[in-house]
């Protein structure tokens, strides 16, 4: 019987644990976003210095900004665990650095689905750029902080890695809270929110850019309209390969995590994609989107 409840402990364990192979894949990855995160980001608030003014869409992508240099201060923790393969620096200090990577994912989300739709707001003639002022942008990004804080905070502190069975010198192993209810409720809601929300924006958005090849063909690039509603394209394509896939898996994840221990390591690597978005700034500031 003692036998057997040490190999019970011992599988425990290592359902959670990640392997050589998976650190191996997660340390470049956060390696690599690291310092190209760092660099677009340092790049791109210098183009933004040089203007003596920002429009509201720069103020909203300077948010974003702020998003990414928060993900960025945590993902040395983050290396430092898997190079170590050890956390030292206690239980709540994982939580926030876990809690960090979810909730710069969904916050940059709302930022991002924002400029889509005022740019599709813009196009329709629904609003007129004219009409916004930099204080709109201010009072828009201050309601975006304020309600997702409300949403995301409370979870955070009262519910978010609570469970006294997790260990004090492994982190990132929340994932055992997905037995409870409510933790699963919301993980569907949020998964259905996405989804329908990225889906609805763009099928939109490729009708409007269509609709703008048609009529301004060949001069595309020549056209602000069709730039800008290209840079929305871009945003949707981050969203699609950096948050789609961690969302589509999360459904086989909730259902089979506890049958099937890969599936732990397959839902850190899809977590690790989340924060590739941090590069969006290097493709602005090196020209691969204009």
């Not at 898996?249 to 259902?255: A, L, N």
Request: aromatic share 14%.
């Amino acid at each position: 019987m003692n036998d057997t409840t040490i190999l019970t402990n011992t599988s425990n364990l290592q359902v959670g644990h990640c392997n050589t192979q998976c650190r191996i894949i997660l340390i470049t990855l956060y390696s690599v976003v690291l310092l190209g995160g760092t660099a677009g980001t340092v790049l791109m608030l210098r183009m933004m210095l040089k203007r003596k003014s920002l429009s509201v869409i720069a103020t909203i992508v300077f948010n974003i900004m702020v998003l990414h240099c928060l993900l960025l201060v945590s993902l040395p923790f983050r290396l430092s665990y898997y190079v170590l393969v050890v956390w030292e620096l206690g239980s709540f200090t994982c939580r926030v650095v876990s809690g960090i990577i979810y909730g710069h994912m969904y916050f940059t989300f709302l930022f991002y689905v924002t400029i889509v739709i005022l740019r599709l707001l813009i196009y329709f003639k629904k609003l007129q750029m004219q009409q916004l002022q930099k204080y709109h942008a201010i009072v828009l990004s201050t309601i975006i902080w304020l309600m997702g804080s409300l949403i995301f905070l409370p979870i955070f502190f009262l519910q978010y890695g609570t469970n006294p069975g997790y260990s004090e010198q492994q982190c990132f192993e929340f994932y055992k809270d997905l037995n409870r209810r409510e933790f699963i409720i919301m993980n569907y809601s949020m998964i259905v929110i996405i989804m329908t929300t990225v889906a609805t924006l763009f099928l939109i958005q490729m009708v409007v850019i269509i609709q703008l090849i048609k009529a301004l063909w060949p001069d595309l690039w020549a056209h602000q309209e069709y730039r800008a509603q290209i840079k929305s394209f871009f945003f949707l394509l981050v969203i699609v390969v950096c948050f789609i896939p961690h969302h589509v898996f999360r459904v086989h994840f909730i259902q089979n995590y506890s049958e099937n221990s890969e599936l732990v390591l397959y839902n850190e690597i899809c977590v690790a994609l989340t924060t590739v978005c941090c590069l969006d700034m290097l493709c602005f500031t090196g020209g691969v989107i204009h």
